[in-house]
């Protein structure tokens, strides 16, 4: 027997993870959000939104250290274009995500301090900027209402079709 076994309860491990997954019972999709659900969904969204207006126009000072905000560039996040992202861009030298050219612009034009890429701010960030360019109202997304399931035909046992992007694998 592996000690890796072995370490963790060795062969009775595996009865008992199985005991407790059917004692679990059978698994059945979520109830579709009540309208209540849905508005706390859509509050949270909103206030995010709302901090990302706020932090692109300079409500934080560790941003900047020679008075520049997001906005002073990007009004209304214009040019910022972050539907485009990810994207090649030159002066990473490869294909990075929004919240990178986020931090970018932050410490470099702004001289300030990046944000935390997995914080509150930064998902603020995004959700303004996206918000601006989807084109579409902002909604708490697909979670929120129940659809049936779609057949995919494409994975292990389906043959690869190139996508049209140019490039032919």
Known sequence: MRKSISKFGGVLAVPAVLAAIVAAGP???????TEEELQQQMDSLVESVSLGYDLWHGSKPEMTTNGLACGNCHPDTAASNPQTFPKYMPMFGKVVPFRDMVNWCIETPQLGQALDVNSPEMTAMEAYAFKLHRGLPIEPGLASRQTSS??????????HVPTGLGVDK
Do not use: Q, T
């Open 150 to 159: 779609i057949p995919v035909e494409s994975g292990k046992g389906f043959p």
């Open 27 to 33: 698994s059945s999709a979520r109830a579709p959000y």
